[in-house]
Protein backbone atom coordinates (compact mmCIF):
# COMPACT_ATOMS: atom_id res chain seq x y z
CA UNK A 1 0.00 0.00 0.00
CA UNK A 2 2.86 2.68 0.83
CA UNK A 3 4.75 1.42 -2.33
CA UNK A 4 1.24 2.44 -4.02
CA UNK A 5 0.84 5.88 -2.11
CA UNK A 6 4.55 6.86 -3.41
CA UNK A 7 3.93 6.12 -6.89
CA UNK A 8 0.28 8.19 -6.52
CA UNK A 9 2.18 10.92 -4.90
CA UNK A 10 4.72 11.13 -7.62
CA UNK A 11 2.38 10.68 -10.56
CA UNK A 12 0.23 13.57 -9.24
CA UNK A 13 2.83 15.84 -8.57
CA UNK A 14 4.02 15.80 -12.30
CA UNK A 15 1.10 15.91 -13.49
CA UNK A 16 0.03 19.33 -11.17
CA UNK A 17 3.12 20.93 -12.16
CA UNK A 18 1.91 20.13 -16.04
CA UNK A 19 -1.49 21.43 -15.49
CA UNK A 20 -0.10 24.73 -13.93
CA UNK A 21 2.93 25.37 -16.24
CA UNK A 22 0.09 25.44 -19.55
CA UNK A 23 -2.98 27.24 -20.35
CA UNK A 24 -5.90 26.74 -18.44
CA UNK A 25 -8.12 27.28 -21.06
CA UNK A 26 -6.67 25.28 -23.97
CA UNK A 27 -9.24 22.27 -23.69
CA UNK A 28 -7.53 19.88 -26.36
CA UNK A 29 -4.00 20.69 -24.13
CA UNK A 30 -6.44 19.93 -20.89
CA UNK A 31 -7.48 16.96 -21.46
CA UNK A 32 -4.38 15.52 -23.36
CA UNK A 33 -2.28 15.95 -19.98
CA UNK A 34 -5.45 14.33 -18.68
CA UNK A 35 -4.63 11.07 -20.82
CA UNK A 36 -1.06 11.13 -20.46
CA UNK A 37 -1.03 11.76 -16.51
CA UNK A 38 -3.27 8.85 -16.24
CA UNK A 39 -0.83 6.74 -18.25
CA UNK A 40 1.74 8.14 -16.68
CA UNK A 41 0.47 7.20 -13.35
CA UNK A 42 0.04 3.15 -14.38
CA UNK A 43 3.57 2.78 -15.91
CA UNK A 44 4.81 4.53 -12.36
CA UNK A 45 2.52 2.83 -10.63
CA UNK A 46 4.23 -1.05 -12.32
CA UNK A 47 7.74 0.21 -11.97
CA UNK A 48 6.94 0.47 -8.19
CA UNK A 49 5.62 -2.82 -8.42
CA UNK A 50 8.69 -3.97 -9.76
CA UNK A 51 10.90 -1.90 -6.96
CA UNK A 52 8.37 -3.95 -4.71
CA UNK A 53 9.54 -6.93 -5.82
CA UNK A 54 12.87 -6.21 -5.62
CA UNK A 55 12.93 -5.40 -2.05
CA UNK A 56 10.54 -8.38 -1.12
CA UNK A 57 13.13 -10.62 -2.98
CA UNK A 58 16.20 -9.24 -0.83
CA UNK A 59 13.68 -9.92 2.21
CA UNK A 60 13.50 -13.53 1.24
CA UNK A 61 17.14 -14.32 0.69
CA UNK A 62 17.24 -12.77 4.67
CA UNK A 63 15.00 -14.94 6.05
CA UNK A 64 16.93 -17.98 3.95
CA UNK A 65 19.66 -17.06 5.77
CA UNK A 66 18.49 -16.56 9.23
CA UNK A 67 16.10 -20.01 8.77
CA UNK A 68 17.71 -23.05 10.16
CA UNK A 69 16.84 -25.30 6.94
CA UNK A 70 17.41 -22.90 4.81
CA UNK A 71 13.88 -22.23 3.26
CA UNK A 72 11.64 -19.19 3.85
CA UNK A 73 8.54 -19.87 6.22
CA UNK A 74 7.15 -17.38 3.48
CA UNK A 75 6.67 -17.82 -0.70
CA UNK A 76 7.00 -15.80 -3.35
CA UNK A 77 3.62 -16.63 -4.23
CA UNK A 78 2.41 -15.66 -0.97
CA UNK A 79 3.91 -12.46 -1.63
CA UNK A 80 2.66 -11.58 -4.98
CA UNK A 81 -1.05 -11.87 -3.23
CA UNK A 82 -0.77 -9.85 -0.66
CA UNK A 83 1.50 -7.09 -2.28
CA UNK A 84 -1.50 -7.28 -5.06
CA UNK A 85 -4.23 -7.08 -2.32
CA UNK A 86 -2.16 -3.79 -1.04
CA UNK A 87 -2.14 -2.48 -4.13
CA UNK A 88 -5.96 -3.01 -4.78
CA UNK A 89 -7.03 -1.76 -1.61
CA UNK A 90 -5.18 1.26 -1.53
CA UNK A 91 -6.42 1.61 -4.94
CA UNK A 92 -9.90 1.08 -3.99
CA UNK A 93 -9.58 3.60 -0.77
CA UNK A 94 -8.74 6.26 -2.98
CA UNK A 95 -11.48 5.77 -5.69
CA UNK A 96 -13.90 6.00 -2.94
CA UNK A 97 -12.90 9.26 -1.39
CA UNK A 98 -13.02 10.75 -4.46
CA UNK A 99 -16.38 9.45 -4.91
CA UNK A 100 -17.37 10.57 -1.42
CA UNK A 101 -16.09 13.96 -2.00
CA UNK A 102 -18.38 14.06 -5.37
CA UNK A 103 -21.10 12.97 -3.32
CA UNK A 104 -20.70 16.05 -0.92
CA UNK A 105 -21.86 18.69 -3.54
CA UNK A 106 -22.42 20.77 -5.22
CA UNK A 107 -25.20 19.86 -7.60
CA UNK A 108 -26.61 16.63 -8.20
CA UNK A 109 -25.58 14.06 -10.64
CA UNK A 110 -27.68 13.04 -13.18
CA UNK A 111 -29.20 16.80 -13.03
CA UNK A 112 -28.47 18.27 -16.46
CA UNK A 113 -29.09 14.85 -18.66
CA UNK A 114 -26.01 13.03 -17.42
CA UNK A 115 -26.40 9.19 -16.38
CA UNK A 116 -27.30 8.93 -12.38
CA UNK A 117 -25.44 5.69 -12.49
CA UNK A 118 -22.48 7.39 -11.58
CA UNK A 119 -22.37 6.33 -8.03
CA UNK A 120 -23.23 2.68 -9.04
CA UNK A 121 -21.07 2.22 -11.73
CA UNK A 122 -17.93 3.57 -10.38
CA UNK A 123 -18.81 1.43 -7.33
CA UNK A 124 -18.14 -2.12 -9.66
CA UNK A 125 -15.22 0.18 -11.16
CA UNK A 126 -13.70 0.42 -7.61
CA UNK A 127 -14.53 -3.16 -7.13
CA UNK A 128 -13.01 -4.34 -10.55
CA UNK A 129 -9.45 -2.47 -9.79
CA UNK A 130 -9.64 -4.06 -6.66
CA UNK A 131 -9.53 -7.50 -8.20
CA UNK A 132 -7.83 -6.73 -11.35
CA UNK A 133 -4.80 -5.15 -8.64
CA UNK A 134 -4.60 -8.76 -7.03
CA UNK A 135 -4.55 -11.32 -10.02
CA UNK A 136 -1.97 -8.57 -11.54
CA UNK A 137 0.51 -8.87 -8.58
CA UNK A 138 0.54 -12.73 -9.22
CA UNK A 139 1.27 -12.30 -12.70
CA UNK A 140 3.80 -9.74 -12.17
CA UNK A 141 5.54 -11.63 -9.66
CA UNK A 142 5.59 -14.54 -11.39
CA UNK A 143 6.89 -12.93 -14.72
CA UNK A 144 9.58 -11.45 -12.61
CA UNK A 145 10.38 -14.83 -10.96
CA UNK A 146 10.62 -16.86 -14.10
CA UNK A 147 12.37 -14.33 -16.01
CA UNK A 148 9.04 -14.22 -18.66
CA UNK A 149 8.76 -10.55 -19.59
CA UNK A 150 6.32 -10.80 -21.83
CA UNK A 151 4.01 -11.71 -18.63
CA UNK A 152 5.12 -8.15 -17.23
CA UNK A 153 4.58 -6.52 -20.54
CA UNK A 154 0.90 -8.44 -20.23
CA UNK A 155 0.04 -6.67 -17.37
CA UNK A 156 1.31 -3.39 -17.80
CA UNK A 157 -1.19 -2.96 -20.95
CA UNK A 158 -3.97 -4.67 -19.47
CA UNK A 159 -3.44 -1.62 -16.80
CA UNK A 160 -2.89 0.56 -19.82
CA UNK A 161 -6.27 -0.56 -21.15
CA UNK A 162 -8.63 -0.77 -18.28
CA UNK A 163 -7.21 3.01 -17.06
CA UNK A 164 -7.65 3.81 -21.09
CA UNK A 165 -11.34 2.72 -21.09
CA UNK A 166 -12.23 5.00 -18.36
CA UNK A 167 -12.19 7.88 -21.18
CA UNK A 168 -15.21 6.18 -22.31
CA UNK A 169 -17.30 7.48 -19.40
CA UNK A 170 -19.96 8.37 -19.09
CA UNK A 171 -20.54 5.79 -21.64
CA UNK A 172 -20.26 3.48 -18.70
CA UNK A 173 -20.82 0.64 -21.04
CA UNK A 174 -17.46 0.69 -22.82
CA UNK A 175 -15.14 0.80 -19.43
CA UNK A 176 -17.03 -1.25 -17.12
CA UNK A 177 -17.58 -4.14 -19.93
CA UNK A 178 -14.09 -4.36 -20.88
CA UNK A 179 -12.44 -4.33 -18.07
CA UNK A 180 -14.35 -7.41 -15.92
CA UNK A 181 -13.60 -9.28 -19.13
CA UNK A 182 -9.90 -8.50 -18.26
CA UNK A 183 -10.31 -9.35 -15.32
CA UNK A 184 -12.01 -12.89 -16.23
CA UNK A 185 -8.62 -13.45 -17.93
CA UNK A 186 -6.21 -11.90 -15.41
CA UNK A 187 -8.47 -14.32 -13.00
CA UNK A 188 -7.90 -17.33 -14.85
CA UNK A 189 -4.70 -16.97 -16.03
CA UNK A 190 -3.55 -15.94 -11.72
CA UNK A 191 -5.32 -19.05 -10.67
CA UNK A 192 -3.44 -21.39 -13.24
CA UNK A 193 -0.33 -19.80 -12.48
CA UNK A 194 -0.52 -20.59 -8.98
CA UNK A 195 -0.96 -24.08 -9.79
CA UNK A 196 -4.92 -24.25 -9.76
CA UNK A 197 -7.15 -26.77 -12.37
CA UNK A 198 -10.20 -27.51 -13.45
CA UNK A 199 -10.13 -30.40 -11.08
CA UNK A 200 -9.38 -28.18 -8.17
CA UNK A 201 -12.36 -26.42 -8.95
CA UNK A 202 -14.49 -29.30 -9.31
CA UNK A 203 -13.79 -30.65 -6.35
CA UNK A 204 -13.98 -26.69 -4.60
CA UNK A 205 -17.72 -27.00 -5.89
CA UNK A 206 -18.30 -30.76 -4.97
CA UNK A 207 -17.06 -29.93 -1.00
CA UNK A 208 -14.11 -32.66 -1.68
Known sequence: AFFWLVSLLLSSLIWFIAVKASDPNDEPLQKGLLIFGVMFSVLLQEAFRFLYYKLLRKAIEGLVALSEDGCSPISIQQMAYVAGVGFGLMSGAFSMINLLADALGPGTVGIHGDSQLYFLTSAF?????????????????????????????????MHLAVSGSTFCNPLYVGSLVPSYLLMAVAATWAYLLSGGSAQNVRRFLLCK
Open 125 to 157: MTMVLIFLHTFWGILFFHGCENRRWWEIMAVVV
